[in-house]
């Protein structure tokens, strides 16, 4: 139903990964 949920989610993980290969 809320797709910027779903968006907001997703880039909230791409943030945790981008984190992840920086550390």
């Known amino acids: 139903?809320?797709?910027?949920?779903?968006?907001?989610?997703l880039l909230y993980l791409t943030v945790c990964y981008a984190h992840a290969y920086v550390i």
């Open 1 to 9: 139903m809320s797709v910027l949920l779903d968006v907001l989610k």
